[in-house]
């Protein structure tokens, strides 16, 4: 963790008085792709919606797979355990289990909490921070309060866990993103044939490593969690910067 801004995590809230700017601008910015808005995760119970662009339901999953860990995901920000196969809420069969890290919920979920005081009351679809290729239905319970005495209160519902705006935060990694976005540090004073030399050598070394296809799109290979970047990264306990970030570095960079 990076200490110069001194927080693991933030909320919406704390993170905008922090800045000094607004929410809005912080979900503009994740739609932009420059941070991403996070819900913390503590052994709460979940669905695999999705692999690599491969539903995983009814006749697509197989016992054996989930025995040798095939469904699994697990790496320094988020770990999906799948324990067993059952049916879920469309009664479509999925491997089921546990999450626990940070999850980043759809759009759609984001703006919806950021604007109402409300749980949640419907499952929602989510992906591992680092993987977008990775989806998870994040279940939901609705759950029957009860009552010392039978008519004490009518029948009253909660939800849970109970996911509302404050679940929504910010880690530490993208309060950095925020920092710089907001207070960019110096231009480069250089040419632009210093930077582009610059460039060129970043893309050189990205294809020497990894390949010419790595190198002449490398953001998957960066952000996706099997990527050969971020795979290569994660052994040293290192981590890159976004693909977003590369990619602009390099895309107007020819090998040759």
């Known amino acids: ?30 739609e932009l792709g420059l941070i991403k808005i996070c819900i913390e995760c503590e052994t709460d119970k979940a669905y695999l919606l999705k692999m690599n662009d491969n539903y995983t339901e ?11 860990g095939e469904y699994e995901y697990r790496d320094e920000k988020t770990i999906f355990h799948a324990e067993y196969i059952r049916e879920d809420h469309n009664e479509v069969r999925r491997p089921y289990g546990y999450l626990c890290g940070y999850i980043v919920p759809d759009i759609d979920v984001i703006k919806y909490l950021s604007s109402t005081a409300n749980d949640l ?22 759950v029957q309060n009860h ?11 909660r939800y849970v866990p109970e996911i509302r705006k404050e679940s929504l ?16 540090p110096p231009k480069n004073t250089g040419s632009q044939k210093t930077v582009n030399a610059m460039a060129k050598f970043i893309k050189q070394l990205i294809a020497a490593n990894y390949g010419n296809d ?9 952000d996706g969690k099997d990527g050969a970047i971020q795979k290569h990264f994660g052994t040293l306990e290192m ?6 970030t590369v990619e602009a570095w390099i895309k107007n960079i020819d090998l040759d």
């Open 1 to 30: 963790m990076d200490y110069s801004v001194p927080f693991k995590s933030l909320t919406l809230a704390r993170a905008a008085k922090y800045f000094n700017c607004e929410i809005e601008d912080f979900i503009q910015w994740h």
């Open 58 to 68: 009814n006749g697509n999953i197989h016992s054996e797979l989930l025995d040798m």
């Open 121 to 142: 009351a419907t499952n929602f679809v989510a992906t591992p921070y680092n993987d977008i290729n990775y989806r998870l239905i994040f279940i939901i319970d609705k």
């Open 147 to 157: 009552y010392i005495f039978e008519n004490e209160k009518p029948k009253s519902y």
């Open 169 to 184: 935060v910010i880690i530490n990694h993208d309060l950095l993103v925020i920092r710089d976005l907001l207070n960019p």
């Open 214 to 222: 790595v190198a002449n799109s490398p953001r998957k290979h960066v």
């Open 239 to 244: 981590e890159p910067p976004s693909g977003n």
